[in-house]
């Protein structure tokens, strides 16, 4: 009797681990397609940039030559040194009134690539008996700024934006980006204040109290509910500082087999201040199913929480480029139970911290965005830590490399050719928990693979798409995007024999027109790990609604 209690309760356990490697495998897919959405919408960002044409107090038909000892700019707040090195290569040495004219010219062009575009250089003096030639900059201000016409809107006290300072166009683009975190469709306007040398600065919005998101998918293996459904609301400026607050909600369809039922709960608050962002989410995965033992019935629960405190600062935005640091403090912990009895082995909390740098930049017809992350596993806010005799370390070290583009490779009046890649790498010294590992083989890392995928200690991938846009069309022509790709993946679980190659390649149809968005993709394995079961050619497919 004894003999046959110990094997249904490692039966049990087995069946135990299976569900919670499904659980953490779901939680880690929605995870890519945030992070996924979240690329997207900072690879569709539009740039945007503003000319002005100086005013001089010579012109350029005068011959007249001259002779400067020195050139100088008059004491202002923009007083660059990268100005200062231009003005000292034309010192001692004759000049034409065109070389001056190329002063002013490079000198405020310089100003209108840092930012300052409604600033200019102007000759304040030309002092030919001491020969020197004394510069000013025209310093652009800002007088009033104005949201939807109101000059007391509180969401104008969390942009970088105010009455008074220096006028930077980089700032607007902040401003835009931080009322667009709770708004559409943010839209400005620069005109010349009755002040002279200062700017009102209008900004008009498209306010959504509340946003709604349906989704329907088939990401889930197809044993424990391969359909899933996602309800969505997210409420915008609960407290008028352009906050938004969101909530989720996920349930695989009820004709799952074997009585497996999940649910996934989200939340998340986002608050852009001035150049940085606060962030807050939390999420927590459900799972239950029964199991029969032993002329018993029991109810296994798998709970996994997940909270995020995030900061995110905006380093600088140098022409086309947006420099970003950020820092997370990350807490997961995970709750498994047999009929209400705690299984202490496989529940716990671990927490990590990880600090990162990440760049947004236009390219040539198009964009490339890039992050490099460090994680660290701390023994803090309750983690257990490294446990004795545990070959797993859970005080880990982790670096994460991702990296996108979206190209335009070709393009006419009627049709154009846009790749996407994406490219991920993940590298730890250290044997991860199942939680902690990096996940390959799905619709967001390599396709072809679908109820089984490889979780590694360190490895790489690579996505790669090729869509078709077509442009000389009616709307609903424009609105389907056939599509091709091939994925590549690589890695290794320090404690399995050999490394996983994964090959995928994929074909469907994009269709995008309004607020339905509708994927259908088809997908073909190329290449598995060896220790991978054999699987059909997995079909995902993905709807989408919002409004």
């Not at 859970?394 to 070709?410: A, G, H, R, V």
Request: one cysteine or more; aromatic letters at 12%.
């Amino acid at each position: 009797m004894i003999r046959l209690f110990l094997f249904f309760s490692f039966i049990i356990c087995t069946l135990e681990a299976q569900r919670l490697d499904s659980a953490l495998q779901n939680l880690e897919r929605f995870d890519q397609k945030h992070l996924q959405d979240y690329i997207d919408k900072e690879l569709n960002q539009s740039n945007k940039e503003q000319d002005i044409k100086p005013n001089n107090i010579i012109n350029s038909q005068n011959s007249h030559k001259y002779f400067f000892k020195s050139i100088i700019f008059e004491k202002t707040e923009l007083n660059l040194k990268e100005n200062i090195e231009i003005i000292k290569t034309y010192e001692n040495r004759i000049l034409t009134t065109q070389d001056i004219l190329d002063i002013i010219s490079k000198t405020t062009n310089n100003l209108i690539k840092k930012g300052y575009s409604t600033s200019a250089v102007t000759i304040k003096q030309i002092d030919q008996i001491n020969q020197i030639l004394i510069l000013e900059v025209k310093v652009g201000k800002i007088d009033n700024i104005l949201l939807n016409n109101n000059l007391n809107d509180r969401r104008l006290k969390t942009l970088p934006l105010k009455n008074g300072s220096v006028f930077n166009i980089f700032d607007l683009d902040q401003a835009i980006e931080n009322l667009n975190n709770a708004s559409i469709n943010t839209i400005s306007n620069i005109q010349a204040s009755n002040q002279y040398g200062f700017s009102n600065i209008y900004l008009q919005t498209q306010d959504q109290p509340f946003e709604f998101y349906t989704n329907m998918d088939n990401s889930g293996q197809s044993d424990m509910g391969e359909y899933r459904s996602s309800i969505a609301i997210t409420s915008n400026n609960i407290f008028n500082i352009n906050d938004s607050f969101n909530l989720t909600y996920s349930k695989n369809f009820p004709f799952a087999k074997s009585g497996y039922d999940e649910e996934l709960y989200f939340a998340s608050l986002s608050i852009p201040i001035n150049n940085s962002k606060i962030l807050f989410s939390f999420s927590n995965s459900r799972t239950s199913t029964k199991a029969y033992g032993y002329a018993s019935e029991y109810t296994r629960k798998n709970n996994i929480y997940r909270y995020k405190i995030g900061l995110k600062h905006i380093l600088t935005r140098i022409n086309k480029t947006k420099v970003s640091i950020y820092s997370n403090i990350n807490i997961k912990e995970t709750k498994n139970t047999i009929d209400d009895i705690i299984l202490e082995t496989s529940s716990g909390r671990y927490n990590s911290i990880s600090i990162g740098i990440e760049t947004l930049s236009s390219i040539s017809n198009g964009s490339i965005f890039s992050q490099l992350e460090y994680s660290k596993g701390v023994k803090l806010f309750g983690s257990r830590g490294n446990i004795k005799n545990s070959p797993y370390d859970t005080e880990f070290d982790i670096i994460k490399i991702p990296l996108s583009i979206q190209k335009y490779i070709y393009s006419n009046q009627n049709y154009g050719l846009l790749l996407k890649s994406n490219f991920a790498a993940f590298y730890s010294k250290d044997s991860l928990l199942f939680a902690d590992k990096f996940s390959i083989g799905s619709e967001y890392t390599v396709r072809g693979f679908k109820d089984s995928s490889v979780s590694l200690d360190y490895g790489t991938y690579l996505n790669n798409t090729l869509y078709l846009k077509l442009f000389d069309t009616n709307k609903y022509i424009q609105s389907f995007s056939p599509f091709i790709g091939i994925d590549f993946g690589y890695g290794r679980d320090y404690y399995l024999p050999n490394s996983d190659k994964l090959i995928g390649i994929a074909y469907g149809i994009l269709y995008n027109i309004g607020n339905l968005n509708i994927k259908a993709t088809f997908s073909k394995p190329i290449k598995k790990s060896s220790n991978m079961p054999d699987e059909k050619s997995p079909f995902y497919l993905d709807i989408s609604f919002a409004i």
